[in-house]
């Protein structure tokens, strides 16, 4: 079959089957934007440096611009959109770890993995995460301080 031919997925999105037709070479980012109208994950740079369309596969923060949609089916894929008032989301807000917001979702959703699966996170460990993310607007102290925020608090919550 042609990567110009058209065929069905069913996408697992923020816990919903969804149906889709697309292209086999269709990445996941245009397909979330495109055919299921999640513009959450940002179209950026397009080639992974920048971090602004990450989502979650089976938990593990992608690159969407990065992965073929057809390699997510049979996964469980996690957007912004599927994310409801979860503990990095008030911290963001609360330590003001954002300025225009394009950045924002993609930040959000790779400290939410951080946070998730490594709640022993060090300083060295929250810098390196946060390194496959790029902000041209503010610096990385907020971004961090609203990261080590919901970590010390699922510390005390154990």
Not at 32 to 55: I, M, S, W, Y
Not at 123 to 133: C, G, V, Y
Request: hydrophobic letters at 35%; a negative charge.
């Amino acid at each position: 079959m042609e990567a110009s031919t058209k065929c069905e997925m069913k996408l697992l999105v923020n816990g919903e089957t969804r149906s889709v037709i697309a292209r086999q070479g269709d990445t996941l980012l245009f397909v979330l934007r495109n055919e299921l109208g999640l513009t959450g994950a940002k179209p950026g740079c397009l080639n992974g440096d920048c971090g602004a369309c990450t989502v979650l596969v089976d938990g593990t923060p992608i690159k969407s611009c990065m992965m073929l949609a057809i390699e997510t089916v049979g996964k469980e894929i996690t957007t912004i959109e599927g994310l409801h008032n979860t503990p990095i989301q008030r911290a963001f807000v609360e330590h003001f770890a954002f300025q225009c917001g394009y950045c924002t979702p993609g930040f959000i959703m790779n400290a939410h993995a951080l946070t998730e699966t490594k709640p022993d996170a060090d300083d060295a460990t929250i810098q390196e995460w946060l390194e496959s993310n790029i902000c041209r607007c503010t610096s990385y102290q907020e971004i961090e301080a609203a990261v080590k925020e919901v970590l010390k608090q699922n510390r005390t919550t154990e």
